[in-house]
């Protein structure tokens, strides 16, 4: 607990931002979706027949799971797309079947003789449900809010996947580092803001049950006046925070976050523009979406990769040629491809360092023969990317006892040392292969393309600031593959923040 706390006063304006994105997040999506699930009950319950299949649809909604809604809507237009904008539309989706289902039962539930008295009043339908269906149902609009929004609590930490902010963002930063204080960083005030949301909701549906008059009334107005206010602060921070910055963007693994913040950091010293980062965005796919719709202005990519994962391409063994031919392919889609930064980051198939030496294995051939007594662990993209697990297995007659795990990637290398799997895929400058004691299997066969690490950015934003490119062409060839071991190393093994190890690369550069 001691270093969670050294770790929240060290970072004190960072998790300030980050709370008050959570904040809005839920706050904005909440209002949005109660906007719309309360007419859309209210019309439900005017017209019965409809009010079933209403609750079906938002039912199958609520089934999908979180970041298969986020990666669905990437590449929606207007709506889609790296940000707080896909977010948002996610956890409206998500905050609708509690809103509709519990305000359909707020009125329904009313009894039938309290109609009837308004109707002998001659009140009209509108005046009916302004004046005595709505208090009534109060209460019950009020608990389906407090669910949606607890729900919205819960989901916006994974919005922090596609670059919307938030506590996620330590969390995942979190699972990239393998360090639980990080984790624990953003879960705890994430935890706490769901119960702190739920307590205020509830205290506020139980007097709304107690007292149902004016003064109840006029608070709800207050709260929604206030979320009003939220909503409206909100919109004007996202929209202050992006005008003129370069943005850059990362996947989610330890070395990313590295490189990320070594491009940002290199883009504000040597030009003076605003930087915005979108670190921590999942996997090749959602990057590459990502510059395309313009979401980022910049990320580093793998030729390897884009090659084969990006534009489908049989894998290439010459690096000059898979440079030049990705060159070409970026280039047609208005993206343009930067000079190397110096390193190659192989897959690199790896063993624990007691069984290499005990069973005397260097190459994966080697590994081949032993593999059907073996578990395998893979990264998600490692098992379906062309350039994969199936050709590998292919190539080299890979079989194993069971069929592989799938599990994050950096979290594969301690499945290794603790024994839980006997052989992952993981990245040849990763920090943790030396800390715990690891062995890289030489690929005898040849099998990965090349993978040189390479910045990757819009044409239109280099046109635009021609600085940027000049800053990042300064990089090229200047952060080899014992520089990234050891920057990764400081991140994974000794704990040390990415912006810092960065910062401290650049300095001695």
């Given amino acids: 607990m001691t270093a969670l706390f050294r770790f929240w006063l060290t970072h004190q304006q960072e998790l300030a931002t980050s709370v008050a994105e959570h904040i809005l997040l839920v706050a904005i999506s909440t209002a949005i979706a109660a906007a719309i699930g309360v007419p859309l009950a209210i019309f439900a319950t005017r017209r019965p027949r409809l009010s079933a299949p209403l609750v079906a649809i938002a039912n199958v909604v609520q089934t999908v799971p979180s970041l298969a809604m986020f990666g669905f809507l990437l590449p929606v237009p207007f709506i889609g797309g790296v940000g707080a904008r896909a977010a948002l539309a996610v956890l409206v989706l998500y905050g609708l079947l509690p809103i509709v289902r519990s305000t359909i039962v707020g009125i329904t539930g009313i009894d039938p003789s309290i109609r009837l008295a308004g109707v002998a009043m001659g009140m009209t339908a ?39 902010g938030g506590l996620g963002q330590y969390i995942y930063r979190g699972l990239s580092m393998v360090d639980s204080t990080v984790i624990l960083a953003g879960a705890i005030p994430a935890a706490l803001l769901a119960l702190g949301v739920d307590g205020s909701l509830l205290w ?4 709304l049950s107690a007292r149902r008059h004016a003064r109840s009334r ?3 107005a207050a709260a929604a006046a206030s979320l009003a206010i939220v909503v409206l602060a909100g919109s004007a921070l996202w929209a202050a925070r992006s005008p003129a910055a370069i943005v850059v963007g990362s996947k989610n693994f330890t070395e990313q976050l590295i490189l990320g913040e070594i491009l940002a950091q290199t883009i504000e010293r040597e030009t003076g523009l605003p930087v915005q980062r ?3 965005l999942g996997g090749t796919l959602i990057c590459d979406r990502a510059l395309i719709t313009g979401d980022i202005d910049v990320y580093v990519e793998y030729t390897g990769t884009a090659l084969t994962a990006v534009f489908h391409q049989p894998a290439a063994k010459d690096p000059r040629v898979v440079t030049e031919t990705v060159r070409g392919l970026y280039a047609g889609t208005g993206r343009t491809l930067l000079p190397p930064l110096g390193y190659d980051n192989t897959f690199a198939i790896l063993v624990r360092g007691a ?12 590994a081949a023969r032993v593999a059907p007594q073996w578990r395998a662990g893979f990264g998600y993209e490692f098992l379906e990317r062309p350039d994969g697990y199936t050709g590998l297995a292919q190539r080299y007659g890979l079989t194993f006892r069971s069929p592989p795990q799938v599990m994050d990637l950096t979290l594969s290398y301690r499945a290794l040392a603790s024994g839980q799997v006997d052989l992952i895929a993981g990245d040849a400058t990763a ?11 030489e690929d005898n066969r040849r099998y990965f393309p090349p993978y040189d690490a390479v910045p990757v950015a819009r044409a239109a934003t280099l046109l635009r600031y021609p600085q940027v490119r000049r800053a990042l062409e300064g990089l090229a060839g200047r952060i080899t593959a014992d520089d990234m071991r050891e920057m990764n190393h400081a991140a994974d093994a000794l704990k040390q923040n990415p912006a810092d190890i960065a910062r401290r690369f650049l300095d001695r550069r």
């Fill in 126 to 164: 509108r005046q009916l449900l302004r004046q005595v269906e709505l208090p009534l149902a109060l209460p019950s609009i009020v608990a389906g809010v407090r669910v949606a929004a607890v729900v919205g609590v819960g989901s916006a930490t994974i919005a922090a996947a596609i670059g919307a």
């Fill in 431 to 441: 920090g943790l292969i030396k800390g715990l004691d690891l062995v890289q299997l």
């Fill in 355 to 366: 069984d290499a030496r005990a069973r005397g294995l260097r190459t994966i051939d080697d």
């Fill in 218 to 220: 006029r608070a709800v």
């Fill in 278 to 280: 979108r670190l921590n």
């Fill in 204 to 207: 506020l549906e139980r007097r």
